[in-house]
């Protein structure tokens, strides 16, 4: 496929619903819902905009930990839920037991969420925040989705390689592992589709 291709996503109606503090409140109706997660400042907010198709959907900022609640988005047949960053080197240590009691209580509770789209970038070995969020997804058993982000800063001969770095890392077959720019679109239409293909499933 070609890696300028838009995502299946794009173009389609999107409401923001609101940000919510409480990692169970309950979507209306019923549908399959992604959370979005990864370290501060590993660009969620840029592949989500890239890929619903739109510039600003989800603020990009430059302080990294600045999303603190639940960002909710509605499409016709899914939500995508942008969650808090984590490893945020300036976060005390209360803000940071707040990120992981969130976290948490997300994963062990909501009955509702379909999967996790985790972001790492794909340039740096997993830290030791990566880690520890690595053994809180293990500890869940949910479906998870390993998105390398950053691709283009990497010359083109060396994102294989970085790819195969990650996943041996994580310990997770290449077909749970994408590798995505928001920058230039490599892998944004791969992504849109998976998550298609994902609540179709779960419907």
């Not at 969650?83 to 969130?102: C, D, I, W």
């Not at 869940?140 to 996943?167: E, I, M, N, Y």
């Amino acid at each position: 496929m070609n890696p300028q291709a838009p995502s299946p996503l794009a173009g389609l109606p999107i409401e923001f619903l609101g940000s919510f503090p409480d990692p169970s409140h309950r979507l209306i109706p019923a549908a399959a819902e992604f959370a979005f997660i990864g370290r501060s400042n590993v660009g969620k907010s840029s592949l989500l905009n890239a890929l619903v198709g739109r510039r600003s959907v989800a603020r990009v900022s430059g302080t990294p930990g600045k999303t603190q609640l639940l960002n909710v988005y509605r499409l016709p047949r899914l939500y995508l839920i942008d969650l808090p960053g984590y490893g945020f080197a300036k976060a005390g240590q209360t803000a940071r037991r707040e990120y992981r009691e969130l976290l948490q209580t997300l994963l062990r509770s909501r009955d509702s969420l379909t999967g996790v789209v985790w972001l790492l970038d794909v340039r740096h070995p997993l830290s030791v925040d990566d880690q520890e969020f690595q053994t809180l997804l293990s500890e869940s058993g949910r479906a998870v989705l390993a998105v390398l982000t950053k691709a283009d800063k990497l010359p083109h001969g060396r994102q294989a390689a970085a790819l195969a770095a990650r996943s041996r890392e994580l310990g997770i077959g290449r077909e749970q592992v994408q590798l995505v720019s928001a920058t230039t679109g490599l892998g944004i239409a791969e992504l849109g589709e998976s998550l298609l293909a994902a609540a179709t499933e779960a419907a």
